[in-house]
T-cell receptor
Framework: EAGVVQSPRYKIIEKKQPVAFWCNPISGHNTLYWYRQNLGQGPELLIRYENEEAVDDSQLPKDRFSAERLKGVDSTLKIQPAELGDSAVYLC????????????FGEGSWLTVV | GESVGLHLPTLSVQEGDNSIINCAYSNSASDYFIWYKQESGKGPQFIIDIRSNMDKRQGQRVTVLLNKTVKHLSLQIAATQPGDSAVYFCAENNYGQNFVFGPGTRLSVLP
C-alpha cells in the first residue's frame, strides 16, 4: 500500500515568489494534515482537514498561506509571497477517521527561500 | 553522554548497547502517545504507540513506557544498531485533539 506522497521533494525559490506543495494521502484516510518543521524542531500543525473541510486552521498564517482539499482526497498548500522565514520542511500526514488516530507522514517538501 | 545543540538533545550510545530516550509531555489529560523516528532527509516514521490505559508496550526491539504520574514517556531500543541513528520525537494527543510533538532527541550510534 502506498504511503503519503508529496511533491516536490525539494524547492528553492527567491523571496516574494509563490510556491505550492501537493499531497496525496494514504488511500481511505479522510483526515489530512499539513505540518511545518523548522530545523531542529518537532512538526507544528498548520491545518487539518476532515474530508474536504478545514476543521482546524488556527495556526495557518492566512495572509500568505492557503490550502485546499477540494475533493476530499489530495491537497495543495500554497505560499504567496514566500519570505525567508518560510524556509522549512512542509510535511503532509494523514490518518483514518479523525485526529485521535495514528498519523502517517510523507517524506516532506523541503523549501529554501533565498 | 548527552549534549544540547541547535535545540536538540543528543544521546550517544555504543552499537549493541540499549538506548533510552525520554520525553516529558505537557498535558496530563493526554490519552494517546506515539514515538516517531526521523532519519536525515526523510519524514517522521511511526515506531510504536501507547494508550493511557497501559503503562508498557513492546514492539520489535522497542519498548515504550508511560508514567502518567510524572507525565513521562520513554522509548527503549534494545541492541542499538547504526540504522537506529536518527531523531526521535514523541507526540501526545488529548482525546481527538491535534497531536503535539516534543522537540526531539538525536540518537547517535557509535561503532
Amino acid at each position: 500500500e502506498a504511503g503519503v506522497v508529496q511533491s516536490p521533494r525539494y524547492k528553492i525559490i527567491e523571496k516574494k515568489q509563490p510556491v505550492a506543495f501537493w499531497c496525496n494521502p494514504i488511500s481511505g484516510h479522510n483526515t489530512l494534515y499539513w505540518y511545518r518543521q523548522n530545523l531542529g524542531q518537532g512538526p507544528e500543525l498548520l491545518i487539518r482537514y476532515e474530508n474536504e473541510e478545514a476543521v482546524d486552521d488556527s495556526q495557518l498564517p492566512k495572509d500568505r498561506f492557503s490550502a485546499e482539499r477540494l475533493k476530499g482526497v489530495d491537497s495543495t498548500l500554497k505560499i504567496q509571497p514566500a519570505e525567508l522565514g518560510d524556509s522549512a520542511v512542509y510535511l503532509c500526514a494523514s490518518s483514518f477517521a479523525g485526529a485521535g488516530n495514528t498519523i502517517y507522514f510523507g517524506e516532506g517538501s523541503w523549501l529554501t527561500v533565498v | 553522554g548527552e549534549s544540547v545543540g541547535l535545540h536538540l538533545p543528543t544521546l550517544s550510545v555504543q552499537e549493541g548497547d540499549n538506548s533510552i530516550i525520554n520525553c516529558a509531555y505537557s498535558n496530563s489529560a493526554s490519552d494517546y502517545f506515539i514515538w516517531y523516528k526521523q532519519e536525515s532527509g526523510k519524514g517522521p516514521q511511526f515506531i510504536i504507540d501507547i494508550r493511557s490505559n497501559m503503562d508498557k508496550r513492546q514492539g520489535q526491539r522497542v519498548t515504550v513506557l508511560l508514567n502518567k504520574t510524572v507525565k513521562h514517556l520513554s522509548l527503549q531500543i534494545a541492541a542499538t544498531q547504526p540504522g537506529d541513528s536518527a531523531v526521535y520525537f514523541c507526540a501526545e494527543n488529548n482525546y481527538g485533539q491535534n497531536f503535539v510533538f516534543g522537540p526531539g532527541t538525536r540518537l547517535s550510534v557509535l561503532p
